[in-house]
């Protein structure tokens, strides 16, 4: 099976450095422009499904991608990380390293949990194991779950921090699963 991951196009509050977590916000006219190039890069690819996030910028992204080619399927499991109380706050209140650290699990502000996160994306990815062998999926989501996706796909040891990298707004990965 072949996983292409991709996060979603550029939003206002992507921009101004402030958290959307679940909130429902579209992406803006770069958003819409980087997944129009982004479409380019991936016109020869073929995917059997996509998978998104129910979120309006995934959805949109995923509509701009692959329009009705392919049957397009919304999933919770994809969603974003609930912020709690940091959602529609400016980045700057948010400390990744302690949220994104394994071990502390932290969950204060009502962050939702980085184990949780990793949970969710794990069932995820074993139902589509279980569900696919040769197939080629497209996967829409948002910065943490693709982060989580990463980290299992690559076998990434579960312990300390999982900080590796930023991943941009419409970033894609595509990996090879067995």
């Not at 996030?53 to 992204?61: G, I, K």
């Not at 009705?68 to 709690?84: A, N, S, Y």
Request: hydrophobic share 35%; with cysteine.
């Amino acid at each position: 099976m072949k996983i292409t991951l991709v996060r979603h196009g550029l939003t206002d509050d992507n921009e101004k450095g402030i958290m959307q977590g679940r909130r429902n916000v579209l992406m803006n006219d770069t958003g819409r422009r980087q997944c129009q190039m982004l479409r380019l890069r991936l016109e020869k690819e073929h995917f059997d499904y996509c998978y998104m996030s129910p979120l309006t910028r995934t959805v949109e992204t995923a509509m701009i991608l692959i329009g009705d080619k392919v049957e397009m399927i919304p999933d919770q499991r994809l969603l974003e990380r609930d912020m709690g109380e940091l959602d529609g706050k400016p980045r700057e209140m948010y400390n990744a390293y302690k949220y994104w650290d394994y071990d502390l699990n932290k969950d204060d502000r009502g962050v939702e949990p980085v184990q949780s996160v990793i949970k969710r994306c794990e069932e995820f990815l074993n139902y589509l194991k279980e569900k696919y062998t040769d197939e080629s999926i497209l996967i829409v989501t948002h910065q943490a779950p693709y982060r989580a996706l990463r980290l299992l796909i690559k076998g990434k040891e579960l312990k300390g921090n999982l900080i590796d990298s930023m991943i941009n707004n419409c970033s894609y990965e595509t990996f090879e699963i067995k």
